[in-house]
């Protein structure tokens, strides 16, 4: 079945970019079914969906963090990544890729996420 | 964006009652077109990533014990453990897909009295 595998360092300095990229296994990302996605935990808080990409021509992402967000695919080595720019210390929080299964009927719709990573604790830190 | 609330914040069941969770929305998630409710629930356990339950409101998924079900429509929603085991000691969210962006409930921690 597909899994799904965040890499990336666990501390980045104030102001500087979090680079973060997930690793498909079991599935091809060029399936074209999927929505490939970032969320993040916040410690000890609820879920914040950060966005997604579909393929290397199409990505979203919530509006609070856009200004701030790319999300990429690189359909050779099947993985997907996050830029997060000038990050600050509310940055700190565990990053989940997820797979999201593409928005039925309703104009604007999304889906649920399945599977998950395990996640990764990024700590924004100088 | 639809807010989620969840109730309550948290709850001790005792092992074998049932647990019922509420999630609320502050839009309707419920297409009248196609009669589907756009919502999911999630269990996540200590140090774990959430775990799809439940999606449509009430479609368990493939492997999902049947002591979970998932009610309701349009705003308000439940989440009920009909017998509550020792494994199911987790946090709990909901999860709208309506719309985009889309957003969680701030979770239901779930315990054993």
């Known amino acids: 079945q597909v899994q799904l595998q965040e890499s990336g360092p666990g501390l980045v300095k104030p102001s500087q970019t979090l680079s973060l990229t997930c690793t498909v296994s079991?599935?091809?990302?060029?399936?074209?079914?999927?929505?490939w996605n970032w969320i993040r935990q916040h410690p000890g808080k609820g879920l914040e969906w950060i966005g997604y990409?579909?393929?290397?021509?199409?990505?979203n992402s919530s509006p609070s963090l856009k200004s701030r967000v790319t999300i990429s695919v690189d359909i050779l080595k099947n993985q997907f990544s996050l830029k997060l720019t000038s990050v600050t210390a509310a940055d700190t929080a565990i990053y989940y890729c997820?797979?999201?299964?593409?928005?039925?009927?309703?104009?604007?719709?999304?889906?649920?996420?399945?599977?998950w990573g395990q996640g990764t604790l990024v700590t924004v830190s100088s | 964006d639809i807010v989620m609330t969840q109730s309550p914040d948290s709850l001790a069941v005792s092992l074998g009652e049932r647990a019922t969770i509420n999630c609320k929305s502050s839009q309707s998630v419920l297409y009248s077109s196609n009669n589907k409710n756009y919502l999911a629930w999630y269990q996540q356990k200590p140090g774990q990533p959430p775990k799809l339950l439940i999606s449509?409101?009430?479609s368990r998924e493939s492997g999902v014990p049947d002591r979970f079900s998932g009610s309701g429509s349009g705003t308000d929603f439940t989440l009920t453990i009909s017998s509550l085991q020792a494994e199911d000691v987790a946090v709990y969210y909901c999860q709208q897909y309506y719309s985009t962006p889309p957003t969680f409930g701030p979770g239901t921690e779930v315990d054993i009295k």
């Open positions: 449509w409101a009430s």
């Open positions: 990409a579909y393929n290397s021509e199409t990505s």
């Open positions: 079991g599935g091809s990302i060029s399936s074209g079914a999927y929505y």
């Open positions: 997820a797979r999201g299964f593409p928005g039925v009927s309703v104009p604007g719709s999304f889906g649920w996420f399945d599977p």
